[in-house]
């Protein structure tokens, strides 16, 4: 089959690659002009925004692109093959065996009919036309070596009973079984939580090394990028706008739209207040509206009319750089080192009095285990003996992987779901058995929530002013319609989006724009306290900083309590004033941000903080990769809900972690943890996140 | 699975009481007890005699205990009048009162008597259920297959040309139903003075007249392909249609997940695809459907068997109906209703070996 191949030449090699959507309006340009390279042995990230065409590059490789899509020019070679005139036959023996793909979510992309092993022993059955049974074994194999607990278990279970890290795992060995040349992972961690996350990467990277293959590793997170890749390729709009290995295009950038991506990430360093972070104006185009000339160019601070618009910029390359490149007219003339001009420091907004206060909440679900009813009833802690206060202008953030309870949490102070127990303090009114439907409209306006998911949370038959004034009429804003009218232009001001806006319906807007209609329905009736569960987590990381921002805005000025619930570290630290981390219902550690994410740590907060990549190439970052999944929280561990994973448990006499719960201590002023570990243990904890020494 | 089976047999149990005692409360209404006591006494009988004729034959009294009464848990009536002749439910003619069980309903085996075919209703029913399960049987045979090669030709290349020509068929044989597929099929192929059959028989390639027999009544005695092919194409030819629209859309909608582009992916080919990846989750929908054509070919053998004059089930229930046969119509009831709650239990038990998602604990 393979043809006397060089190994010293690039195993992919992609070289003004152009392709296009066709509908039946007009042909839609997702891919311009892309070229990339990548060497045996090496990884290459792709890094960019939803829509920048990441996804589409990959799929061209795997000549997948669907029945619209079609390769109109350039040349993709594969260990000098060229893959773009292949016939279905030759690319069938190409497709699994020579280059194959990891995906972004394993449960969707493993057939749920068919058992683990099946799946897996196909595919050198079909490439080496290997028997079933060797197959099998060969599976088995493959299996232990993804690091799967109990590999025979596994292959006779369907791909529903594992959990979503075993599932990755899994699709991970299906890609190795038959040892590829090219593996292609298209955001392959994006569907899982932070510390699951760390073990899959962990794994890519050794088995890449075991095996010598090359990555081509599709990303929107630059912290992960950085952790895996040897070098980048940062796409905009369909085209690469800059290329070169990691560490050079992170620390010596020579594109404006890099720049701008880093600046708008939350670094350790960046504050809301001091350094808050700066989003890249203006939106993307869309595919059939892009500018003439650079496509960058009406986003970017050092666009210059009559030069940048004038003609398509070719790549460029960076001399004395290590294959650098970059897609810019004028990076020769930039000063890179320049501090960004717009800086706008803030003020602090000052903390006041509690007007939240829970004590001892608990939450219990009753499950039966029968599929018709029947069975024991089981009982669900999503929620054990949750306390804290929060003060007026104060963000809390709440912080744990799924599963932890957060969002049983965000329920309960809604009044979606009543407390099993304990008490919500609101005002001094107590309202934790009152559900939404019998709470008065004061308290209701008062207590607002920002959704995850913009796209689903608004109607999409009403204009987005009319969804606004229906949630001042709830509230009982203002006497006419006039008012109410005025009140919801005032709104969409605050947020920041044109007032235009009021009579377009939800599909003509964008992610983040979408973002800001719920901001403002929440804001409508003058909330309180606003409960944002991970507002920005479905959004670019460039809106994310404009939406974050806009929220730190509107608390400023209202005095609002802001709930943050999140998975993202980076974004709470930015910009959190205290933190409360949440493990399968319980509350192990709290404190103010400073106490958090400084040792000593909780044992979990420690792990948490060591699973975040961060993009920064001067972080020294300590690697601490839990073991296992979650436990379930149907079936909790004894004693400590953390000693399954925990790795200081030796540290602790008497196996007290298997036995006893934990009490709550007091390290701190108000920084508390729910830990065993003596206080000289964790005085010797170091820090997880350093900064190299310049 | 044994529990879930008891359980379901016990659901089932309840829904066929409440069933039958809609329609034993239907059929016993007043004026069908009128109707029956006039074409079994006399026609010409006083509204008085009309009263004591209901009364006199155990037919009085309330519907509940009567429903106790033929199901066999209250015992049945007994009467004696002014001759001294003991009469009642349990007591046949010329028997021993003394000696008649207390107890004589369905559980009993005693289904009553037909009045239109002047036979036990269990003997008719038998008969006539044997002759429309071979009917059943030929329509499965042709319909199930044939739907689920259309339905997957035609949804595993959305959009195509196979897919536009298979579509027209289905949705064209679904919209006509079998009073209408039924006649053209007769006048298309078994009428002497239109369709194929007087060209066929002009050249001489058929002995007879028509190419097929317009009327089923022979295979009731002997199936051939001549006399059966047209009454089972009539019901096939609706559900057909039916089933292979729904496989189509369970099958276009496989074909768009992602674990088939993992599968194609890996370097299957796409018959591959289609069969060992893409087949059996698009089976899933289509089977609950398929399980629930059974009791809808109930519908269709009423049409189609009084169409073809085939003396099965269907027929015997429109005579019945039409004859207030009310023991008869009784007996026909449960067997129907015995027989959809069984199809809906194996189609349930059926769903779960087909989808390993859910599980029966």
């Known amino acids: 089959m393979t043809t006397a191949w060089d190994p010293s030449k690039p195993i992919l090699e992609i070289e003004h690659l152009s392709i296009s959507f066709f509908t039946r309006l007009r042909e839609i340009p997702a891919v311009m002009d892309f070229s990339c390279k990548v060497m045996p042995g090496e990884s290459m990230g792709l890094v960019g925004e939803s829509g920048c065409g990441k996804s589409t590059v990959a799929l061209a490789v795997m000549r997948d692109l669907g029945k619209n899509g079609r390769i109109v020019a350039g040349s993709i070679k594969f260990k000098g093959r060229e893959l773009v005139k292949m016939d279905d036959e030759e690319l069938r023996g190409i497709r699994g065996s020579e280059i194959a793909m990891i995906y972004q979510e394993p449960m969707a992309s493993l057939n749920p009919a068919m058992k683990i092993g099946a799946q897996l022993a196909e595919v050198p059955m079909i490439h080496q036309g290997m028997g079933k049974e060797e197959a099998w074994k060969l599976a088995r194999q493959i299996v232990a070596d993804v690091r799967l607990p109990d590999p025979d278990r596994i292959l006779n279970a369907f791909p529903h009973q594992l959990s979503g890290g075993q599932q990755q795992r899994i699709v991970i060995a299906m890609a190795l079984m038959s040892k590829p040349a090219l593996l292609i992972l298209d955001e392959p961690t994006t569907a899982l939580d932070v510390t699951v996350e760390a073990g899959i990467v962990d794994l890519v990277k050794d088995l890449g090394h075991k095996y010598g293959t090359s990555m081509l590793f599709i990303s929107h997170n630059l912290g992960l990028i950085m952790d895996v890749c040897d070098r980048l390729c940062v796409m905009y709009s369909g085209e690469a706008v800059e290329t070169g290995n990691v560490v050079q295009v992170f620390d010596e950038m020579r594109h404006p739209y890099t720049q701008a991506l880093f600046r708008s990430i939350p670094l350790p360093g960046a504050d809301k207040n001091t350094r808050p972070l700066i989003s890249i104006p203006g939106n993307f185009p869309l595919p059939h509206e892009r500018p003439q000339g650079c496509n960058f160019g009406p986003r970017c601070d050092y666009f210059e009319k009559g030069r940048c618009d004038a003609a398509d910029i070719p790549m460029s390359d960076i001399p004395k750089g290590d294959r650098h490149a970059s897609r810019c007219l004028k990076w020769a003339e930039i000063d890179w080192n320049a501090p960004p001009a717009a800086r706008v420091v803030k003020q602090k907004s000052p903390i006041g009095r509690v007007v939240l206060k829970m004590e001892d909440l608990k939450k219990y679900y009753s499950i039966s285990s029968g599929a018709f009813g029947g069975g024991t009833a089981k009982v669900v802690k999503a929620n054990e003996t949750l306390s804290f206060e929060a003060h007026e202008g104060e963000t809390l953030a709440i912080v744990g992987e799924s599963g932890c309870g957060k969002s049983t949490f965000a329920k309960v102070l809604m009044g979606l779901e009543t407390a099993t127990s304990g008490s919500i303090m609101l005002f001094d009114e107590n309202v934790q058995s009152t559900p939404i439907q019998k709470r008065n409209v004061d308290t209701v306006s008062s207590v607002q929530m920002v959704f995850q998911n913009p796209f689903d949370t608004l109607n999409p038959s009403m204009n987005v002013g009319r969804q606004i004034i229906r949630a001042l009429e709830v509230f009982h804003y203002g006497k006419s319609d006039e008012e109410r009218t005025n009140r919801m232009l005032e709104l969409l001001d605050v947020v920041k989006l044109p007032r235009a806006f009021a009579d377009r319906m939800p599909r003509q807007l964008s992610g983040g724009q979408k973002q800001r209609v719920g901001i403002a329905r929440a804001f409508a009736g003058g909330a309180k306290v606003v409960v944002a569960d991970e507002p920005v987590s479905a959004l670019d990381v460039s809106v994310q900083a404009a939406v974050t921002d806009l929220l730190m805005d509107i608390q400023r000025e209202n005095k609002t309590t802001l709930l943050f619930i999140s998975h993202d570290l980076s974004i709470v630290r930015y910009l959190s004033d205290r933190v409360l981390v949440m493990y399968l219902g319980h509350v192990v550690e709290t404190g103010t941000t400073d106490q958090v994410f400084n040792p000593p740590y909780h044992p979990y907060t420690e792990a948490l903080l060591s699973a975040v990549p961060v993009a920064d190439t001067k972080v020294i970052r300590k690697r601490i990769v839990l073991e296992g999944d979650i436990p379930s929280a149907v079936n909790p561990p004894p004693g400590c809900p953390f000693q399954t994973r925990c790795r200081w448990k030796s540290q602790v006499p008497n196996g007290l972690c298997d036995r006893e719960m934990p009490p709550v201590r007091n390290l701190a002023e108000g920084h508390q943890i729910k830990c065993h570990l003596s206080d000289d243990i964790l005085a010797q904890m170091e820090p997880v996140i350093k900064m190299a020494a310049e | ?361």
């Open chain 2, 1 to 361: 699975m044994l529990r879930f089976v008891l359980r379901r047999l016990g659901v089932m149990v309840l829904t066929a009481l409440v069933l039958t005692f809609v329609v034993f409360y239907l059929t016993n209404l007043p004026p069908n007890l009128e109707k029956l006591a006039r074409s079994e006494g006399s026609v010409r009988m006083t509204d008085a005699a009309v009263a004591s004729w209901i009364i006199d034959n155990g037919h009085g009294g309330s519907v509940f205990y009567r429903y106790a009464e033929w199901l066999g848990v209250a015992p049945g009536w007994v009467l004696t009048d002014d001759k001294g002749v003991t009469r009642g439910l349990c007591i046949r003619q010329n028997d021993d009162p003394a000696l008649a069980p207390t107890f004589c309903g369905i559980f009993q085996g005693n289904w009553g008597f037909s009045t239109v075919f002047k036979k036990p209703v269990l003997y008719s029913l038998g008969k006539s259920m044997a002759a429309t399960g071979w009917l059943m049987l030929a329509v499965m045979v042709v319909m199930v297959p044939v739907a689920l090669l259309i339905g997957v030709l035609a949804g595993m290349r959305e959009g195509s040309r196979t897919d536009r020509v298979l579509s027209t068929f289905s949705i064209a044989s679904s919209a006509t139903p079998e009073y209408v597929s039924g006649v053209i099929l007769v006048a298309l192929f078994a009428s002497p003075a239109t369709g194929l059959s007087p060209l066929l028989s002009g050249w001489g390639w058929i002995g007879g007249k028509t190419l097929f027999l317009g009327t089923a009544t022979s295979a009731m005695d002997n199936i051939t392909f001549w006399n059966f092919a047209l009454p089972v194409a009539t019901i096939a030819l609706y559900g057909v249609g039916y089933i292979a629209r729904m496989t189509r859309a369970s099958m276009t909608e496989v074909m768009t997940q992602q674990y088939i582009r993992t599968a194609r992916l890996k370097g299957v080919a796409f018959r591959d695809v289609v069969l060992r990846h893409a087949l059996r989750n698009a089976m899933i929908a289509p089977f609950t459907v398929i399980m629930l054509q059974f009791p809808y070919l109930l519908n269709g053998v009423v049409i189609t068997e009084t169409l073809f004059n085939y003396k099965g089930f269907g027929w015997m229930l429109v005579t019945a109906a039409g004859n207030n046969d009310i023991e008869m119509l009784l007996g026909a009831s449960v067997v129907a209703v015995i027989f959809v709650l069984a199809t809906q239990l194996i189609s349930d038990i059926g769903y779960v070996f087909l989808n390993p998602r859910i599980r029966l604990s």
